[in-house]
């Protein structure tokens, strides 16, 4: 199957490297601003419209894609407690005080 879909469009082995080397940005290592770098020049030169979208907006971030890719730190915890808020808060929209709503959130 895959080398059917790979003969029907061989731009997808390119994207599928890609999309790897990607992968393997986002796990902690001391040089991934250099290999950052590597990986943002390969997929310039690949003809990959909407690749060419994604890194538009990773530099548009670069900052934090930057501090994302070479820091160990990450505010994973802090964003599963807002998507967990804001579960509850369009669950109860209209049907409760603030009270309520307040201890709901804190019982979660």
Known sequence: MLDDLTTACPQMIDLSELVRAFADLLRPH???ADRLDAWTTTARTCDLPHLHAFI???ENDHDAVYAAVTLPFHNGGTEGVNTKTKRIMRQMHG???FALLR???LLA
């Open 103 to 105: 201890h709901r959130i």
């Open 95 to 97: 049907r409760a005080s």
């Open 56 to 58: 538009r907006g990773l």
């Open 30 to 32: 001391e040089d991934n």
